[in-house]
């Protein structure tokens, strides 16, 4: 059975970090590029950073040098290191892995911040 599940999100305050993770299960995680998304209320859901099966990575420009995204595909797991989180940061955070047309998602993770 595939699964994504994210976790590590939370309630923290405007400055503060938070390091969400993703464990995979039911697939070889490393052969995927992965990814993580969110969607705050009332938007559709973005691409935050992505880090793909042969190491590239980017990030949108509004996290870039306050989040790292990175994997362990010995553990099937993929991360998203976060800093200097804003109140603009507050949304729901989801993990996907891509390989061409296979697409696979988790439930997402609350990541609220807020005084």
């Known amino acids: 059975q595939v699964q994504l599940v994210e976790s590590g999100g939370g309630l923290v305050q405007p400055g503060g970090s938070l390091r969400l993770s993703c464990a995979a299960s039911?697939?070889?995680?490393?052969?995927?590029?992965m990814g993580w998304y969110r969607q705050a209320p009332g938007k559709e859901r973005e691409l935050v950073a992505r880090?793909?099966?042969?190491?590239?990575?980017d990030y949108r420009n509004s996290v870039k040098g306050r989040f790292t995204i990175s994997r362990d595909n010995a553990k099937n797991t993929g991360y998203l290191q976060m800093n200097s989180l804003n109140p603009e940061d507050t949304a729901v955070y989801y993990c996907?892995?891509?390989?061409?047309?296979?697409?696979?998602w988790g439930k997402g993770t609350l990541v609220t911040v807020s005084p």
């Open positions: 880090f793909t099966r042969f190491s590239l990575i």
């Open positions: 039911g697939f070889t995680f490393g052969d995927y590029d």
């Open positions: 996907n892995a891509q390989l061409g047309a296979i697409q696979y």
